[in-house]
Structures are given as structure tokens and as C-alpha cells.
């Protein structure tokens, strides 16, 4: 069964591309400015993040101000269920290559909702030693917190809806979508 066949379809528009485009952008003005001159390794969380991350390295990469060099790096953490709900405590399935240990780290996810995934890698990457540990999410939703989580560069702040496209999915549904939306029943 898809997700239509099962109610679930596109809903609003929450970024289109352009907004998105001007978000990563902005995003990257304040990072390149952060970490001008230093060596950066962008570690993004898999799988929700791997298009804002790919944007982003691009948009760091253009610019004469900014990082010395980009090593792009990816983590997987599960917490997520085959149902597409949370569940259970987070776990590591897909360790980063490089080594964290003394280098300026920027983690990057697609979407900060309960703080659990965030809080976790911290404390993994903390305990490996970096350099510096700054995190950036594309989009924050604050309200649906379960623990402090620790961001230092917000895309957007969104609301209560079910966010799928531009790399966020629905049981593995909608990530190839260029823009972001809500899912909503049919």
C-alpha cells in the first residue's frame, strides 16, 4: 500500500525551492563567516539531511570567505520506526569515516523535532574529542521537545505537520520531492 492508497498525501507548501535556496544561503553566510580561514567537516545525519547537506557544502564552497577546506562526512542514527513513528532509544547504524578527533565539526540534520538525535550525537562526538561542535538544522520545530538540544544555526522554525521533501520522507516516501510540504490525510 503507498501512502496515497493509505490516505496520505502532499499537503501545503512549507519552503518552495527558492525559499529554500535563500535559507541554505543565509545559513551559509553565518557558517563561512564562523569559520573563516578553519578547516570544517560538515557531518550530516543520514538520511534526512543529505540534500540540505550537499547544499550547504555547496554554497560554503563558493565563497572566498569562509571555511580552508570542507571534508563532508555522514552519520546514520535510527530512533524511527518502519510505522514512520518514534520509537524506542537512538542508536547508532552508520559511524562517520573520518575522525572527529580534534577537527571543527558542523553536524547537520534535516529537521530537529524531541532533541533525542541531537542530544545523543553530541554526546558520542563530545566524547571523541573535536576541536569545536556546532550544530545546524535546516528546520527546527522548538515545540516538540523532549530534552534540551544544543543548535547553533537554524534554517526555519516550523509548526506541528508532518514535514516530507527535500530529504525528510514518510516511511521512506517523498525525500526526492525539491521542495518542502506537509503530509496530510487525503
Known amino acids: 500500500m503507498t501512502a496515497a492508497q493509505g490516505g496520505l498525501q ?13 535559507t541554505v ?3 551559509a553566510a553565518t557558517i563561512a563567516r564562523d569559520y573563516r580561514g578553519k578547516p570544517l567537516l560538515l557531518l550530516a545525519v543520514l538520511k534526512g539531511a543529505l540534500c540540505f547537506a550537499v547544499d550547504l557544502a555547496r554554497a560554503l564552497g563558493g565563497r572566498a570567505d569562509g571555511p580552508s577546506e ?26 562517520c569515516a573520518f575522525s572527529v578527533s580534534g577537527a571543527h565539526v558542523l553536524v547537520l540534520d534535516g529537521i530537529v523535532d524531541s ?29 516538540g521537545r523532549q530534552v534540551e538540544a ?23 516516501l517523498y ?12
Open 150 to 172: 544544543s543548535l547553533d544555526y537554524v534554517g526555519e522554525a516550523v509548526g506541528d505537520g508532518f514535514v516530507i521533501g527535500y530529504g525528510l520522507d514518510y516511511k521512506e
Open 25 to 27: 544561503e543565509r545559513l
Open 175 to 186: 525525500r526526492n520531492l525539491p521542495y518542502l510540504a506537509e503530509l496530510r490525510e487525503g
Open 70 to 95: 570542507i571534508v563532508m562526512d555522514y552519520i546514520c542514527l535510527q530512533r524511527y520506526g518502519t510505522r514512520g513513528s518514534a520509537g524506542g532509544p537512538v542508536r547508532l547504524a552508520k559511524d
Open 115 to 143: 532533541g533525542l538525535t541531537l542530544e545523543f550525537l553530541q554526546t558520542l562526538l563530545r566524547q571523541r574529542g573535536p576541536a569545536s561542535l556546532r550544530s545546524c538544522a535546516l528546520l527546527d520545530r522548538p515545540a
Open 10 to 22: 502532499v499537503g501545503r507548501t512549507i519552503l518552495n525551492t527558492g525559499q529554500i535556496r535563500h
